[in-house]
């Protein structure tokens, strides 16, 4: 059974930065596209990035050349390196494969940008 685990986040003032880690058990995470997601309060779960098995990364537009997605595959780890992070960047992250499957979200991890 697959359980990913998230950790990382924390209170932190616009322009900081964070690193979130995604630990993974199961044998799909070699072969698997990974993804970030974020819930902000009262809006849909967004996808954040996603990484191929290879390292190839994409991102959505209101990150892109602020975070950055990586993998370990020899730990079965995903990261997504959060810099000059805004307010609008509050939100609980989450990671799933890439398309997300229902069954593999955990509890996420709270990142709350605020002075």
């Known amino acids: 059974q697959v359980q990913l685990v998230e950790s990382g986040g924390g209170l932190v003032q616009p322009g900081g930065s964070l690193r979130l880690s995604c630990a993974t058990s199961?044998?799909?995470?070699?072969?698997?596209?990974m993804g970030w997601y974020r819930q902000a309060p009262g809006k849909q779960r967004e996808l954040v990035a996603h990484?191929?098995?290879?390292?190839?990364?994409n991102y959505n537009d209101a990150v892109k050349g602020r975070f950055t997605i990586s993998r370990d595959n020899a730990k079965n780890t995903v990261y997504l390196q959060m810099n000059s992070l805004k307010p609008e960047d509050t939100a609980v992250y989450y990671c799933?494969?890439?398309?997300?499957?229902?069954?593999?979200w955990g509890q996420g991890t709270q990142v709350t940008v605020s002075s």
């Open positions: 799933n494969t890439f398309p997300q499957r229902p069954a593999f």
């Open positions: 990484i191929t098995s290879g390292g190839v990364a």
């Open positions: 199961g044998s799909i995470f070699k072969i698997a596209r």
